[in-house]
């Protein structure tokens, strides 16, 4: 990721400080396969808070159906008003460029977390994970729960859920990210029948199948979330995705105890519980296995709470936030050479990033 960001920084270096819209672009903040995600503001408010910046990639935008895909999105987390989501403030056009201007969560993804962790030999406790992944299924649920505007549930599915669309601010807040790949029976740009979605090893058994998914498709996906972070290990491991596929067909996976023997028994159940091959075995909700979460991080008497969670963060990340300064700033000082339109046009669609935050 670091690498991908240099990338951006040096290919794209004109196009910082140029305006789409009534915003201000002002540093990379990374890339995916239909976006490019920038930290920017109001322009000529300096004080302004800052907000990521989504903009497709010009080559897409030309074809209806992915210009449609990622307004879709748009308005679907729009929608979305909960305080462990990020929120959507505005959708916008600009010279043939279409963006979205959403909630900036300045600290890493779950993915990047838990990496760092084991690098620094940092044990994750059971009641800081129970908590984080606590909130994000508060997140998930209520996406779960939108509604219409008539009423009518739309019942949306996250179908691209993995630790990487978990954000993790420097100040201990826990945020669901990217529904560009969520499905709803209302959903106006359908993604293609028959077609896998989401990371391999994040689906669920019906998900492959091609079979139709529900909110416990995402129940099963925290649960493989919930083994990683108490056990460091995939329950589904393979160096090819026709492994992981087959185990998790077969619903194929060593114990959480046998792991990692001194793991809480009500967490091994709760694994259990959301890894359950049939989907009626599961969690019936993500609110409801936030609710075991949540009991079991109490019954370590609260431990594992927001402020251990940015100490270790900040502990996790000291490096990157001084890089970090020390990159806006100099973006800050260096003049566009050319118009932003200009330059991500002939840019963006060479630049092989993945990830956001």
């Known amino acids: 990721m670091k690498r991908d960001i240099q990338r951006?920084?040096?290919?794209?270096?004109?196009?910082?400080?140029?305006?789409?819209g009534h915003y201000e672009m002002?540093?990379?903040?990374?890339a995916g396969g239909m976006a490019t995600v920038f930290a920017g503001r109001?322009?000529?408010?300096?004080?302004a808070e800052l907000r990521a910046i989504k903009i497709i990639h010009p080559h897409l935008a030309r074809i209806v159906r992915f210009r449609k895909l990622f307004l879709d999105e748009a308005s679907l987390a729009a929608s979305i008003h909960h305080s462990n989501v990020a929120e959507v403030h505005d959708v916008g056009q600009d010279d043939g460029l279409f963006y979205t201007v959403e909630e900036l969560v300045d600290g890493h993804n779950l993915r990047q977390f838990t990496v760092q962790s084991q690098k620094r030999d940092i044990v994750?406790?059971?009641?800081?994970y129970a908590h984080i992944l606590a909130q994000a299924c508060r997140?998930?649920?209520?996406?779960?729960?939108?509604?219409?505007?008539?009423?009518r549930h739309l019942h949306l599915i996250h179908r691209d859920l993995s630790p990487r669309n978990i954000a993790i601010s420097f100040n201990g807040t826990i945020k669901l990210i990217d529904?560009?790949?969520a499905w709803t029976r209302a959903r106006k740009s359908p993604t293609k029948s028959g077609r896998l979605n989401g990371r391999i090893g994040f689906r669920s058994p019906e998900q492959i199948r091609g079979a139709a998914v529900d909110r416990r498709s995402n129940?099963?996906?925290?649960g493989i979330m919930l083994y990683l972070l108490a056990t460091g290990r995939h329950p589904f491991p393979g160096k090819c995705a026709s492994t992981r596929i087959e185990k998790i067909l077969s619903d194929e996976f060593v114990l959480p105890g046998v792991i990692q023997p001194d793991i809480p028994h009500r967490i091994e159940t709760i694994i259990l519980m959301a890894l359950a091959h049939n989907p009626q075995h599961r969690y019936p909700s993500a609110a409801a296995m936030a609710d075991d979460l949540e009991e079991v991080r109490w019954s370590f008497e609260g431990?594992?709470?927001r402020d251990v969670l940015t100490q270790l963060m900040r502990r996790c990340f000291a490096d990157t936030v001084e890089s970090r300064n020390r990159r806006i700033h100099d973006f800050l000082k260096r003049p566009p050479d050319f118009p932003l339109h200009r330059r991500i046009t002939g840019r963006a669609e060479s630049v092989p990033v993945r990830g956001y935050c």
């Open 8 to 20: 951006i920084e040096t290919e794209q270096v004109d196009l910082f400080r140029r305006r789409i």
């Open 124 to 128: 994750l406790a059971p009641p800081l």
């Open 139 to 151: 997140g998930l649920h209520a996406a779960h729960c939108l509604k219409a505007a008539d009423g």
């Open 42 to 47: 109001e322009a000529g408010q300096d004080d």
């Open 179 to 181: 529904f560009g790949v």
């Open 303 to 305: 431990r594992g709470s």
């Open 219 to 222: 129940v099963f996906t925290m």
């Open 26 to 30: 002002l540093y990379p903040i990374g």
